[in-house]
């Protein structure tokens, strides 16, 4: 498929680290509120109206059916409103927050931010559901029997699945929670990682005043666990795990304006037994929360050792919860499945990418990677993936680095699509992420040729950035991700000597430096990462006199300012040649 086709298909709005940081208002949100504020309104004024005591006994009955007909309409304006904070809005946040869990700590706390706004839309909708609960609990008592205790039920039943659904993981485990070094006494190390629930909107129930330092529980589960429990609520879980996650209990605190939260911060896995690698690392676990919430209308949301029953709820079938028609007595709150690793295995991590990436998990728990997808998905998520490697602390006692990440062009992502193989549709096959290459003739003999899958090169040269690289690529010093022959005809364009310094596509975890000399010549040198160990990349730059007729850095740095100056060569000064009275006496005994 041309390059150019790919480019058109990737130009489109990114789903990865440079997605808008400021909130956007949700004109359709706005829209939809004032409908719904103007049908309540309509409701306001017939309930004060009624409970004056100035309707004409006469007028009474007309006065109820009109009043009761106009909250069907609310009723129909705050399903159409509720929609869409669930499917448009809160649904859509969820499922990004899945793409983005493989991204940076600074991509995924943009997103986060993202949830002040929508916590202020829920906010909005919840004071008009309890008001309205509010003048019919008056209304079906003063007047019983005429079709008030109905429409109570109902926008009652509509509040409890809008208290509900705001609950939500909004801070999610990564993909893989624990990982030990290669190295056999590094077994033992973890890195920790943090999670987060959060209640959206609940102030006008008073769920922020009422649950104030109350505790949730956290349990680590397996993923056939939580295919059990979708279909049976009451199943003992947690005594058969073979890990237990640490801490297990958090308190909810109200944080400002912001809605409350339940932080699980610096949480760690502990193994109950010893294990084998293989046999831990072909599962997968969910985080499972429990918690217990009181509003002051009534409506409870209690959470124990199981599920609430499988039942449709249209369009909101996310997160492992699904409701019943009938109120839902208990639920459990689930977070996104990962790995639990006690070795390296990067074929685990690789298909966890994936899974993170590209399958369904929100809408569709625990379900399968698809197989094709589209160039420009497959391009963010490399971008992002590759943000989060170099980002990685090398060692579990460095903190955690907040830093905007640098973005790929356009040319770079072009490259990593078309080196995956797309179809004419413009699809590639996941297939072609996770196997291994085909040897070739013309790779043979093309230096220490290694035969590796796509991720096992990929991951790689992210980690060689990570260790060894970090500065030059933030610096824009390295141009990363380009063939030899689209270097060679990118240098060609250069007036003057230029180095560009890029990975290599043939040779597993290589540096190449491609350059053009004065005199025009463009020849290309290698590094192994095992070189960098030894010798910064900076140091060779600088100091190699394979590059000392280099002026420029890609495309047009000083490359003396960019490293800090070469050092200049000692000149020779002349010998002192006054020669002393010893020097003239030997001379007369050699003569």
């Not at 504020?37 to 006469?58: H, I, M, R, W």
């Not at 459990?332 to 994936?354: I, N, R, T």
Request: aromatic share 10%.
């Amino acid at each position: 498929m041309s390059s150019s086709v790919i480019s058109d298909q990737m130009d489109v709005e990114s789903s990865s680290a440079f997605s808008p940081a400021e909130p956007v208002v949700d004109g359709a949100f706005v829209s939809k509120h004032n409908l719904s504020a103007e049908a309540y309104q309509g409701f306001k004024e017939c309930a004060d109206t009624l409970l004056s005591g100035k309707v004409p006994q006469n007028e009474q009955l007309q006065f109820l059916q009109r009043t009761l007909q106009i909250c069907e309409n609310v009723i129909l304006n705050f399903e159409d409103e509720k929609q869409h904070l669930m499917s448009d809005v809160l649904l859509v946040w969820a499922m990004k927050q899945q793409k983005l869990s493989i991204a940076t700590l600074h991509t995924q706390q943009l997103h986060y931010k993202e949830l002040d706004l929508i916590n202020l839309q829920f906010e909005y909708f919840g004071e008009l559901l309890q008001q309205t609960l509010s003048g019919l609990d008056y209304l079906k008592q003063y007047y019983p029997n005429v079709g008030f205790e109905e429409i109570h039920v109902k926008v009652r039943n509509l509040a409890h699945y809008f208290l509900y659904y705001s609950i939500i993981v909004s801070r999610q485990p990564p993909s893989v929670i624990v990982k030990c070094g290669e190295a056999e006494n590094h077994r033992r190390s973890r890195f920790w990682f943090n999670t987060e629930i959060r209640i959206l909107g609940g102030s006008a129930f008073g769920i922020d005043t009422n649950n104030e330092n109350s505790n949730v529980n956290c349990y680590l589960i397996t993923d056939e666990t939580a295919k059990q429990l979708l279909n049976n609520a009451y199943l003992d879980i947690f005594e058969s795990e073979e890990f237990c996650i640490e801490p297990s209990t958090a308190a909810f605190q109200k944080k400002d304006a912001r809605g409350i939260k339940a932080k699980f911060d610096d949480m760690k896995v502990a193994k109950k037994v010893q294990l084998r690698r293989d046999s831990v690392a072909t599962k997968r676990y969910c985080l499972c929360y429990n918690i217990q919430l009181q509003t002051n209308c009534g409506i409870e949301l209690v959470g124990k050792k199981g599920a609430a029953p499988k039942q449709n709820f249209p369009n909101v079938n996310w997160y492992n919860r699904e409701l019943p028609e009938a109120e839902p007595p208990e639920f459990e709150l689930v977070s996104l499945p990962f790995a639990v690793l006690v070795g390296p295995k990067a074929d685990v991590e690789a298909k966890l990418f994936l899974e993170r990436s590209f399958a369904d998990l929100v809408r569709h728990p625990l379900s399968d990677i698809p197989t094709h997808v589209s160039c420009a998905e497959m391009a963010d998520a490399l971008e992002m993936k590759f943000q989060a490697i170099i980002e990685t602390p090398q060692k579990n006692t460095d903190g955690p680095s907040v830093v905007q990440p640098r973005k790929f062009a356009m040319q770079t992502k072009q490259h990593l699509v078309m080196r995956m193989k797309p179809n004419q549709q413009g699809f590639l096959p996941l297939d072609n992420f996770m196997k291994q290459k085909k040897s070739t003739a013309a790779a043979a003999t093309d230096g220490d040729w290694k035969l590796v899958p796509f991720y096992d090169w990929f991951f790689k040269l992210a980690e060689i950035v990570n260790k060894y690289l970090y500065s030059m690529w933030y610096d824009g010093l390295i141009f990363g991700f380009c063939s030899k022959e689209d270097a060679e005809n990118i240098l060609r364009c250069i007036p003057r000597s230029v180095l560009l310094v890029r990975f290599s596509d043939i040779e597993y975890a290589k540096i190449k430096i491609s350059v053009k000399s004065r005199t025009g010549e463009i020849r290309h040198h290698w590094y192994e990462h095992a070189d960098l160990n030894s010798r910064s990349l900076t140091s060779e730059l600088l100091t190699n006199h394979k590059f000392a007729d280099v002026d420029l850095i890609y495309p047009d740095i000083d490359l003396e300012v960019a490293l800090g100056g070469r050092d200049k060569p000692r000149v020779r000064l002349p010998r002192n040649l006054a020669p002393d009275e010893i020097y003239f006496d030997n001379q007369g005994a050699a003569t």
